[in-house]
Structures are given as structure tokens and as C-alpha cells.
């Protein structure tokens, strides 16, 4: 193992703390700035730390309360592209009553920091920023620029985030050809000298959207042959129960090829779900990479149990694959069938990015370096972030948050899960491998 730079000691005996004030900043999302907690406070909060350090910033809001923030750091070279590091300040709701500590404590406990956000993502937030306060405290210059933005709404699809950044701030950006940023550069121990990193190169689009059934309404008592309710429930019920035909995307070839040279098996490629499930947890993730989704998450109908309505209405959670947007709408559309309108409440592109280049390679030497037993290899995530958007502008995007897990840590449960925690080792890591990916970047 490579010895821990001298001037990294600050930012590894900080980055725990920062991480713990950050959590207990409420950001929640409930996706409605008016019952929201709202993002302000902790770009603030970012604000006055870079400040203290001599690192200046921007705030911007979309709506009252829904900040985000923006800062560069001059590199050596100001003649070469930038790189954005991203994350987003906003997280999910979360119930204390559910949780073993107050899901806003920020509490240290057991060699972990517990809290919403733990995972997702405040704690590459608190990576990034103890590791440029080091830089600035140290005298570092990166090779190049690095833009800092750290962004309100991703959680409801980034609207008021990063999509407003780029729509309306786009200069902010200027040169920025790169981007990293969340759920990626986890590992999953394949055995004692064996680590696979996982890095995001691709992630699916988003297809929220409504679906609302139009019927006759009437009295509950009367034989109806023109019901929303049953109509709107036959629909729902056809998305939901529908497993959508097996599509293996470029990422995720490469992953399970990663996967059989690790683990010495030969994955059927027409049912590779079943060689996944030794993953563990994190093949629920991995496995919703394979295919497009569509699942029903919301009802809404009737006001009074005697009353036949005129119209019921459901909340779907669609996600598709790079290239197959059109294929996932005409497949959606002969399960919705006749008589149900779809209206998009967040539609977003997929993405996707090869796993070559200087940039990857930087990766990889970063994560060798701080662990001898690192295989990196690229995936698909199931889910959406803030790429999206900085796509939009030409940049390649990653997901590299590096963090050296316990083996027995079921850490794609966290996500947006109860007792969401980090290890604090995994934190001091990830700073060690982000200062390396870095200063070579």
C-alpha cells in the first residue's frame, strides 16, 4: 500500500466532521419547493468553508430556497479543458421513527457517520470539500481547472438544479469537458486480494410520468360498465407485472465479462441474472441495469366510497436503457393500452461514455495506488443523477466517488434506505484516491 501523502492528514481528520455538519443541514425533497426544506442553507453552509480557505464562490437560486453553487479552481495549466466534480446538496425524505439514530444527526457511532445523505451523496460533498480546502490550506494547484458545483434537486430530477444551471449559467462551465461524480468507484470484495470498483459510464433515462383514466362516474350502488378506477387499475397492472426482453448495453457486457474473469464462471448471456445474484445485494442494482423498467409507485382516485369517479390517475417509475427510448414508448404503449392518457412528469436522456481514455486511466492508477487488490470496471446504473444535464453541454460523465467498503457492508440497501451510513475509513480513502485521480487528471 502506497503511503498516505503528508499534506492529505488534514483533510482525512476533517472530512468526518464536515460530513456530519452537512447531514445535519435538512435539505430534504419532497419534489415541491413548497414543502421542501430547500437547499440554501448548505450552500451557505459550503460557501463559508471554501471562504475560509480563500476559495470563492457563486449561489444561485431557481426557486426561493433552491440553491446551488458554483466555484473554480485555477489550475496550472489554463490553456487545457476543465474538469467538473459535481454532487447535489438535496436528499430524500426519511422518517426518524424508522431509524436506529436521528436521520439528521450526523452522528458518528460504530466507525461510521450515520444520516440521510450518509451515501447519497453528501458524502463525496464532504470528500471534495475537505480534500480543496487541503489543496488550499497546502499551497496544491491542480493541472488543470477544476469546477466545483454542488446542486439543489437532483432527487426530482434536477429541474431546478443542474438543468437550471446549464439552461441559464451555462458559462459557468466554459471548458469543462469532463465530469464525475456520483455512485460509481464503490467496491464489492470478490475475495481478500480482490476488489472490483465499480465506475459509472452510463446510467438510464428517465420516464416519469402519469397515466389518468377517463370513465362515466356515478352512484356505487349501480352496475357500471364504464369505470376510470378499473379501467386505470387494469393499466397499472399490466405495466407493473410486465418483465421487459434482456438488453445488454456495451457497459454492461464489459461488466460481466469482469465478472466471469473474477469469479471463474461462465455467465449464460440470455439469463445472466442468475450469475449476478453472487453479488449480493448490489445485483437488485446491477440487474435493473439489463433491462427497461416500469414501475407503478403512486395511486390516486375517488373522493367518497359510494361515488363512482370520473377520472383515477397512477404515478409510473419508467427507466430506459441507452438507444432504446423509442422501443421502451412503443413497448409502454401496447401496455397501457386504449382509453388511458400518458403524460411525462420527467423525461430525461440516457447516457453513456466509453471506459477508455487519460481520464479512466487516472482512475484506475488512483485506486491501484491506494488498493493493491483494485480491478476497476464500468457498469450501468439503474438509476439517474445530475449527468443528465452536464451531458447537455459536451461533457463525458462519470460516476467516480471512490470508497473502500467492508465486504459485509450492504451498501446498495443505503440508498435511500433506513440507518443510511458511511464508513469513516471509506471517507479517508476516497480522499486519498480523489487527490491522486486529480493532481494526474
Known sequence: MAETPAPLAGAQAEVAELLSDLIRIDTTNTGSTATGAGERAAAEWVAGKLDEVGIGSQIFESER????????????????????????????????????????????????????????????????????????????????????????????????????????????????????????????????DLRLYLVQTAEKGLAWMRLTAAGRPGHGSFEHDDNAVTRLCEAVARVGAHRFPLTLTPPMRQFIAAIEDAYGVEIDPAEPELALARLGSISRMIGAALRNTANPTMLDAGYKANVIPGSASATVDGRFLYGQEEEFERQLAALIGEGVQREWLVHDQAVETTFDGALVDSMVAALKAEDDGARPVPFTMSGGTDAKSFQRLGMRCFGFSPLRLPPDLDFASLFHGIDERVPVESLRFGIRVLDRFLRAS
Not at 438535496?90 to 451515501?119: L, N
Not at 470539500?129 to 497546502?138: F, P
Not at 446549464?166 to 464503490?186: K, P
Open 65 to 192: 430556497g433552491r440553491a446551488s453553487l458554483v466555484a473554480r479552481i485555477p489550475g496550472a495549466d489554463r490553456s487545457r479543458p476543465a474538469l467538473l466534480v459535481h454532487g447535489h446538496l438535496d436528499v430524500v425524505p426519511a422518517d426518524p421513527a424508522e431509524w436506529s439514530v436521528h436521520p439528521f444527526s450526523g452522528e458518528e457511532r460504530d466507525g461510521y457517520i450515520w444520516g440521510r445523505g450518509a451515501v447519497d451523496m453528501k458524502d463525496m460533498d464532504a470528500m471534495v470539500l475537505a480534500l480543496v480546502r487541503d489543496w488550499a490550506r497546502t499551497g496544491v494547484q491542480p493541472p488543470r481547472d477544476i469546477v466545483l458545483a454542488y446542486v439543489a434537486d437532483e432527487e426530482a430530477g434536477g429541474k431546478l438544479g443542474a438543468h437550471f444551471l446549464v439552461d441559464e449559467h451555462a458559462d459557468l462551465f466554459e471548458g469543462c469537458t469532463e465530469a464525475i461524480s456520483e455512485v460509481g468507484g464503490f467496491s464489492i470484495t470478490v475475495r481478500d
